[in-house]
């Protein structure tokens, strides 16, 4: 069971990653509720049934443990190892670009936003958000709207 | 960036990888670094309750005390310990494989029993301490002045206590409030 278990969260752990990103401030939180996360998942794992995707299954679970699992938040502060000057902008860094900038933005809104605006960019659809949140369908495209809206705003 | 861009860039993130050796570890209790924090206060706060209680007899003149002292202040001493114990284990086994929104209620319940049990045996605890020290002591005005700090610091730890609790039920009440604003 271990080995298929670790087969799954393998495959599917960049979901975990966006999760702890998304919702903890410094890489030592993130590093922590990465952990917890797999061992809620461990935990839940021997009543996984199979009746939704894996990824529906873990999305759960991740997006319920950074809920629970009380933070204070601490405040961010990021050193840069070169000067901008110095700094050779390649692709890999303009995609790094990106991922701050989104990151930053979702840092910006509520946390039941954070995870409803995540499920809609994994592009799930307003059924299986309702069913992960637990709010109605037409509640999830009110919210998304919304929830795009404002993104916009903060990334302009 | 238009929606298209954020999609592809959520999809893109969190390619950072590690191996099944390092999630493996990840499984197991004795290895999740928030649990041993909690695991580690949980041990000094035994010893420390043990190592008084196993003194206070012969080191706190307990023969010149009435039973009923010595015997509450051992109860309450264990029950302290037995309910951080209990809270320990229910913060194992605290994510239900639920919605958000019933995860959020459900939890909202268990912490608020967590909470009262938890403030109840610290009260108690500290109240038994403080009974323990001052039964058969002839009070002047600076033991009644020492009295009055003591039972201002436990009343402070038990509302700093309280309050960690309220946050976190606070802000599950705010994804609450957040997921039904508008259904109200």
Redesign the interface.
């Known amino acids: 069971m271990?080995e298929v278990?670790?087969?799954l969260?393998?495959e599917h752990?960049?979901?975990?990653?966006?999760v702890s990103?998304m919702y903890r401030n410094t890489v030592e939180d993130q590093?922590?509720l990465?952990?917890?996360i797999?061992?809620?998942l461990?935990?839940?794992y021997p009543?996984?049934r199979a009746e939704s995707k894996v990824s529906t299954?873990m999305y759960?679970?991740a997006?319920?443990?950074a809920?629970?699992?009380?933070r204070?938040k601490k405040p961010l502060v990021e050193f840069e190892s070169e000067l901008p000057e110095t700094k050779d902008i390649n692709k890999a860094d303009e995609?790094s670009e990106?991922?701050e900038?989104?990151?930053n933005a979702l840092h910006q809104l509520?946390?039941?936003?954070r995870?409803i605006i995540?499920l809609y960019?994994?592009?799930y659809s307003y059924t299986e958000i309702a069913?992960?949140?637990?709010?109605s369908e037409n509640?999830v495209g009110?919210r998304i709207n919304r929830i795009?809206k404002r993104?916009k705003e903060i990334?302009t | 960036m238009v929606i298209d861009d954020l999609k592809n860039t959520w999809k893109a993130a969190g390619e950072s990888h590690k191996a099944q050796s390092e999630l493996r570890l990840m499984t197991a209790l004795k290895h999740n670094g928030r649990l041993k924090r909690i695991r580690r206060r949980l041990l000094i706060e035994s010893i420390l309750v043990f190592a008084f209680l196993s003194i206070f007899y012969t080191g706190l003149d307990g023969t010149d005390k009435p039973l009923w002292a010595n015997v509450i202040l051992v109860i309450s001493g264990v029950l302290y310990i037995v309910n951080r114990l209990l809270g320990y284990s229910a913060t194992i086994n605290l994510i239900p494989d639920n919605d958000m929104l019933n995860m959020s209620k459900g939890l909202i319940k268990k912490l608020k029993k967590l909470s009262i049990s938890s403030g109840m045996s610290a009260l108690f605890f500290g109240a038994a301490v403080i009974l323990f020290m001052t039964i058969e002591i002839v009070f002047d005005t600076q033991k009644y002045m020492m009295l009055g700090g003591l039972i201002t610091t436990l009343l402070a730890f038990t509302f700093v206590s309280y309050s960690v609790w309220k946050q976190q039920i606070y802000r599950l009440q705010q994804i609450i409030n957040q997921l039904s604003e508008d259904l109200q």
């Open positions: 271990m278990f670790l087969a969260v393998d752990q960049n979901i975990i990653h966006k990103r590093e922590d990465f952990q917890d797999v061992l809620q461990w935990k839940a009543n996984f299954w759960r679970i997006l319920n443990t809920m629970a699992l009380f204070k995609i990106h991922e900038k989104l990151f509520t946390l039941a936003e995870a995540s960019l994994e592009e069913d992960i949140i637990g709010i509640y009110v795009k993104l990334l």
